[in-house]
């Protein structure tokens, strides 16, 4: 902090390490040299210290950014906070999640949070803030007119905590962003927010996920999203809306003409609801993600869904996985993926969809030239599915991520995957997890390691592989120059010698970051070979 190169920063982290004090009093002379606009990120191990914190930070006029969160400083320690942050006048952004502050510590900040008249970003969430600290929060927020950015998730503000912040929103002329995620604020809370959200007028940002709000408090909502205007963000999963609420929240979204993302995931929702969802779909020309993940959907509702997909020119991302589509809703989806140019993240996990479902939309990957995510994890697509998926890999050139966990694919799908494997340039990350591919199959693709020159993840973890497998994969290592990432975990049979095989060429991995063994019978012998290696020059 002494050095001229402080006045060069944008932002400084002061991590405190074991029994050491993070700050000293005397240092509050270079805080008072920090540069106007800086960012600073304080992370500390003794709750004490939040005395010593706040007696330089005062000396800090300029601090603009201020990041405290994950200190557990309570409210004792907000409350030591609070009385600094008076002669912070330029404090514009705060962060006090994760910190166990109650209400009382809600009601010490609120005490000096209408001082801060340049506050655009308040970060409260993952704390243990209850309707009244909510409520003492929202008598003074309506004064902080250049608050954009409020995040209270992960609280315990309730419905009466959502009714004190309802009667303040209107104020809030610069508010983008909401976050009450986790808040159990129920239908009674949702329709006091929808009493005033007509008056947002800039509200980009809308998340109310895990509220328990219902089919009510869906309808209360639908009654004034219309109006949003800015709307961008629209997250409302874990709320059991059910098919009711999806079809009160269908009927206005078209007029969301902003919207571009949906999140509706488990919601209870089945064939019913996304027919009503798609027909509000086509006019949401700015969408460009949708999650109606871990719901009831089936064929019939993946292919209303399928009719109208083809017109969100703009949609990236695509979540379905925890659905019932079957093979008939892959079909249905496959006819129409081919003309998603744009779409980028395609999940498709837990759906059943078998052989035939994978057969299918392989015959389209090619024409997904975007397409950098594919999630097909436990669909029972075995190795008749695998190996259609593999003669399609080879056109997904912008492929990086490709999840077939969960699949029942042995040693002669492994076998198929592994003959392309070396053609996917963009392939950084495969995940084999939970399938039967056993020793022959981990040598299989072992083979086709040194020609995967941008993975960086491979997982084969529950496959059966033995000390051979352990053997092969190790050989492999050191041609894998990117791959950072390896799991061979649950495989039960790497045992000592597979643990010794792998332990030969850690020197070798110099990439390698992560190696993942657990429950494999390695016993004393197998960890004294890994312990031989740690520790010496180049193996992290």
């Not at 210290?49 to 405290?68: T, Y």
């Not at 503000?157 to 009714?163: D, H, Q, S, T, V």
């Not at 009493?195 to 328990?212: F, I, P, T």
């Not at 495989?491 to 390698?512: F, H, P, R, S, T």
Request: glycine residues 16%; hydrophobic residues 45%.
């Amino acid at each position: 902090l002494r050095t001229d190169l402080v006045a060069y920063c944008t932002s400084i982290v002061l991590v405190q390490k074991a029994g050491a004090r993070l700050i000293d009093s005397s240092i509050s002379e270079d805080f008072r040299r920090l540069p106007p606009n800086l960012m600073v990120t304080l992370k500390w191990k003794e709750r004490n210290d939040a005395q010593r914190v706040a007696g330089v930070l005062g000396e800090c006029k300029a601090l603009a950014h201020l990041d405290l969160s994950g200190n557990c400083i309570g409210d004792e320690g907000v409350g030591v906070m609070a009385f600094v942050l008076r002669g912070c006048t330029a404090l514009a952004q705060l962060d006090l999640s994760c910190n166990r502050t109650g209400d009382k510590g809600a009601g010490l900040l609120a005490e000096v949070l209408g001082e801060c008249k340049a506050l655009a970003h308040l970060d409260l969430r993952a704390n243990t803030i209850g309707p009244a600290g909510a409520g003492v929060l929202a008598t003074v927020l309506g004064g902080c007119k250049a608050l954009a950015h409020l995040d209270l998730a992960r609280n315990e503000i309730g419905a009466a905590g959502a009714g004190r912040l309802a009667g303040v929103l209107g104020e809030f002329k610069a508010l983008t962003h909401l976050d009450l995620d986790g808040n159990k604020i129920s239908a009674e809370g949702a329709g006091c927010l929808a009493g005033v959200l007509g008056e947002c007028r800039v509200l980009a940002h809308l998340d109310l996920n895990r509220n328990e709000i219902g089919a009510k408090g869906a309808g209360r909502l639908a009654g004034v999203l219309g109006e949003c205007k800015a709307l961008t963000h629209l997250c409302l999963s874990g709320n059991r809306i059910g098919d009711e609420g999806v079809g009160a929240l269908a009927g206005v979204l078209g007029g969301c003409t902003a919207l571009a993302h949906l999140i509706l995931s488990a919601n209870m929702m089945s064939d019913e609801g996304a027919g009503s969802l798609a027909g509000a779909l086509a006019e949401c020309k700015a969408l460009a993600q949708l999650d109606l993940s871990n719901n009831r959907i089936g064929p019939a509702g993946a292919g209303a869904l399928a009719g109208v997909l083809g017109e969100c020119k703009a949609l990236t991302h695509l979540y379905l996985s925890k659905n019932r589509t079957g093979a008939a809703g892959a079909v249905n989806l496959a006819g129409v993926l081919g003309g998603c140019k744009a779409l980028t993240h395609c999940c498709l996990g837990l759906n059943d969809i078998g052989a035939e479902g994978a057969g299918v939309l392989a015959s389209v990957l090619g024409e997904c030239k975007a397409l950098t995510r594919l999630d097909l994890s436990n669909n029972k697509i075995g190795d008749e599915g695998a190996s259609a998926l593999a003669g399609a890999l080879r056109e997904c050139t912008a492929l990086a991520s490709l999840s077939l966990s969960g699949n029942d694919i042995e040693a002669a799908g492994a076998g198929r995957l592994a003959e392309v494997l070396g053609e996917c340039k963009a392939l950084a990350h495969l995940d084999l997890g939970n399938n039967k591919i056993r020793d022959e199959g981990a040598g299989m693709l072992a083979s086709a390691l040194g020609e995967c020159t941008a993975l960086a993840g491979l997982y084969v973890a529950g496959n059966e592989i033995g000390a051979e497998g352990a053997g092969s994969l190790a050989r492999a290592l050191g041609e894998c120059k990117a791959l950072t990432h390896l799991d061979v975990s649950w495989n039960k049979q790497v045992g000592a010698a597979g643990a010794g095989m792998l332990a030969g060429v850690l020197g070798e991995c110099k990439a390698l970051a992560h190696l993942y063994l657990g429950v494999n019978r390695i016993g004393d012998e197998g960890v004294g070979a890994l312990a031989s290696v740690l520790g010496v020059p180049g193996v992290d």
